[in-house]
Every structure is written in structure tokens, then in C-alpha cells.
Antibody, heavy 122, light 110 residues
Framework: EVQLVESGGGIVQPGGSLRLSCSAS????????MHWVRQAPGKGLEYVSA????????YYADSVKGRFTISRDNSKNTLYLQMRSLRPEDTAVYYC???????????????WGQGALVTVSS | QSALTQPASVSGSPGQSITISCAGT?????????VSWYQQYPGKAPKLMIY???ERPFGVSTRFSGSKSGNTASLTISGLQAEDEADYYC??????????FGTGTKVTVL
């Protein structure tokens, strides 16, 4: 069964940085675009970012544009989300999600990782 | 991009059918046949239940079905079971690699 395992979550002060990783296994990582979706405590889902299978195309929601950077290392089957200038409103569980194919367009999300909690607080 | 509008809660008795609506606009739900639905239990990751408006992934019960009319998509759960009690979210493609989620609906089995 496809596995996505996030790591790197934790507590960080406002203005700080954190890098999330998502380790993928049991599928050919290089064939699929990947996404990040987050969920604030007790709230709904929010789309964050996407990257195509070869890393050539990326997308960011307005709420994180200029502060977050998505990347991938296909040799390590790993997806990353570098988060800078973090704000309290970035506090959320961050999910790594696979796309159905290699592009970030026209997608749905399946499967989902277990999530990594990021808490931004002083 | 504003969130798609879902009812906060829907309830039904075992065996009944319920329908969850997902209201969008002509820029998202109305423009693309790319609405997906997700089931989420407390403390767990979401699970894909419907994609491309009405397609079921392998392994998802046939009791779950999706449809769309104009700018509104719907998820119907027939033969409601206790295990269906969860939160449900719709999501639509909105063009230019953007996606918008619904506000979420809590399903309660009476």
C-alpha cells in the first residue's frame, strides 16, 4: 500500500522557520505530482502548495506565497516544504498528498499522509 | 478564493439516505467536472471517497455517490451506517492549479 510519512513538525516562534519532509514509498515517486494541504486545529482543510513530478512547476496559495517553498528530491523519494516567516495562523496539521498523475492541474488528492503538526507560538 | 459552502451538519438514522451539498461558483464547481469528496474521522487523515464528481476509488462502498448540478455538487450516502459518522469535505479545481475546499459537514448517525 502506498505510504506517505511526514516529519519535521514542531513548535516554532513567530518569524521562525521549519522544514517539513514527506517520505514516499511503495509507488514510483517520480511519476506523480505532490501537494501539501493543511488543517488548523478544529478547522477545515486548506490547500497550500503543489509541485509537478519533475519539480518544474510549482503553485502556492496566496496565504503562503513568498514565505513557503515546495521542493522534491526524486532520488530520495522525498517531498519538502520549507516554511519561513511563520505566523500564528500557520499553526496546523500539514498533510502530504499524492496527485493522480505527473501534473499539478486537474487533480484530486489520494492518498494522504498521517500529517505533521506545526505550532507557531511564543 | 472563497471556501465552498457546505451545511455544518447533516444527520440521519441507520438505513436512511442523506445528501451533503457543496455550493460553489461558475469559476470552480460550475466550470470543471473535478469535484472530489473526502471523509475524515477525528484525529485521522482525510480519505478520498469520490473524484471527478461521481467516480469512486477502488474499495469505496457503492453506498457513496456524487453528482453535480450547475454550481452545486452533492454527496449522497445511502443505507447510512454507524461507521459513516465523520466529517466530509468537498473540493473543487478552480483553474490555474488552484483548489478550493468546502467548509466541511459533520455527519451524525442517530
Amino acid at each position: 500500500e502506498v505510504q506517505l510519512v511526514e516529519s519535521g513538525g514542531g513548535i516554532v516562534q513567530p518569524g521562525g522557520s521549519l522544514r517539513l519532509s514527506c517520505s514516499a514509498s511503495l509507488f514510483t515517486f517520480t511519476n506523480y505530482a505532490m501537494h501539501w494541504v493543511r488543517q488548523a486545529p478544529g478547522k477545515g482543510l486548506e490547500y497550500v502548495s503543489a509541485i509537478s513530478s519533475d519539480g518544474g512547476k510549482t503553485y502556492y496559495a496566496d496565504s503562503v506565497k513568498g514565505r513557503f517553498t515546495i521542493s522534491r528530491d526524486n532520488s530520495k523519494n522525498t517531498l519538502y516544504l520549507q516554511m519561513r516567516s511563520l505566523r500564528p495562523e500557520d499553526t496546523a496539521v500539514y498533510y502530504c498528498v499524492r496527485a493522480p498523475y505527473d501534473q499539478i492541474l486537474y487533480s484530486w488528492f489520494d492518498p494522504w499522509g498521517q500529517g505533521a503538526l506545526v505550532t507557531v507560538s511564543s | 478564493q472563497s471556501a465552498l459552502t457546505q451545511p455544518a451538519s447533516v444527520s440521519g438514522s441507520p438505513g436512511q439516505s442523506i445528501t451533503i451539498s457543496c455550493a460553489g461558483t461558475s469559476s470552480d464547481v460550475g466550470s470543471y467536472n473535478l469535484v472530489s469528496w473526502y471523509q475524515q474521522y477525528p484525529g485521522k487523515a482525510p480519505k478520498l471517497m469520490i473524484y471527478e464528481g461521481s467516480e469512486r476509488p477502488f474499495g469505496v462502498s457503492t453506498r457513496f455517490s456524487g453528482s453535480k448540478s450547475g454550481n452545486t455538487a452533492s454527496l449522497t450516502i445511502s443505507g447510512l451506517q454507524a461507521e459513516d459518522e465523520a466529517d466530509y469535505y468537498c473540493c473543487s479545481y478552480a483553474g490555474s492549479a488552484t483548489y478550493v475546499f468546502g467548509t466541511g459537514t459533520k455527519v451524525t448517525v442517530l
